[in-house]
């Protein structure tokens, strides 16, 4: 269940993620006065991109932290299936992990998550709801973000699809960040028991 909505703004005010977004306090108290339960109050993408994001994840004590190899973790960008509004905020209603997807590929996923009428997370979006609500992220629970994908010049899609994740400590992770949550990726075509599909019923504008 998601903390109540000035909750939410009061959480995304501490954090600085208003700052960086360029979004006053009153502003982004302002859009939280919806009466829309069990929403994520979500800063658009253009205005706090993953990067600036993920070292604001935090678990058991361990900061977040995009893996080494996805430098380009910004150009994966919202994907037709998964377009936000153009308001700086807005919501996002119906969360699901996606866990019943587990051990499918993105590849798969995406038509199943489309017939049941629902769109995929981008990966800002993930981001926030484990901002808000940390232990949505469990070890041997986790969540692939498939409304983010990256483009090549030709306008192909890039095989890497972004996940969110619990690292290991090991390989490039380095043992420090044993534990951390981890801003990754995964081949489209590849399947991982611990990674389900997070979606959402439906996104939904507020002024900010």
């Not at 005010?13 to 979004?23: K, Q, R």
């Not at 199943?112 to 709801?129: D, K």
């Not at 609500?133 to 692939?144: A, N």
């Not at 090549?152 to 043992?175: E, F, V, Y």
């Given at each position: 269940m998601l903390p109540p909505l000035d909750q939410q703004a009061e959480r995304l005010?501490?954090?600085?993620?208003?700052?960086?977004?360029?979004?006053s306090p009153a502003a982004i108290r302002a859009a939280a006065t919806s009466r829309t339960e069990n929403s994520l109050l979500t800063i658009h993408e253009k205005y706090a991109p993953a990067s600036s994001l993920a070292h604001l994840l935090e678990r058991q004590g361990k900061h977040g932290f995009v893996v080494t190899d996805m430098t380009d973790v910004d150009q994966f960008t919202p994907t037709e299936h998964a377009v936000p509004p153009d308001n700086p905020v807005y919501l996002l209603e119906d969360l699901d992990r996606g866990d019943a997807m587990s051990n499918w590929s993105p590849d798969e996923a995406l038509p199943?998550?489309?017939?049941?009428?629902?769109?995929?997370?981008?990966?800002?979006?993930?981001?926030?709801?484990l901002l808000q609500?940390?232990?949505?992220?469990?070890?041997?629970?986790?969540?692939?973000t498939i409304g983010s994908r990256l483009r090549?010049?030709?306008?192909?899609?890039?095989?890497?699809?972004?996940?969110?994740?619990?690292?290991?400590?090991?390989?490039?992770?380095?043992?420090d960040n044993r534990n951390a949550p981890k801003v990754g990726w995964c081949w489209a075509g590849n399947r991982h028991t611990w990674?389900?599909?997070?979606?959402?019923?439906?996104?939904?504008?507020?002024?900010?």
């Open positions: 005010i501490a954090l600085g993620i208003g700052d960086i977004a360029g979004i199943a998550i489309l017939e049941a009428g629902r769109t995929p997370l981008t990966l800002t979006e993930g981001i926030h709801w609500c940390p232990d949505v992220l469990e070890r041997g629970h986790c969540f692939m090549k010049p030709n306008g192909a899609l890039d095989t890497r699809t972004p996940a969110l994740w619990i690292s290991n400590g090991t390989g490039r992770d380095g043992k990674l389900g599909f997070a979606s959402a019923n439906t996104r939904i504008p507020i002024n900010a």
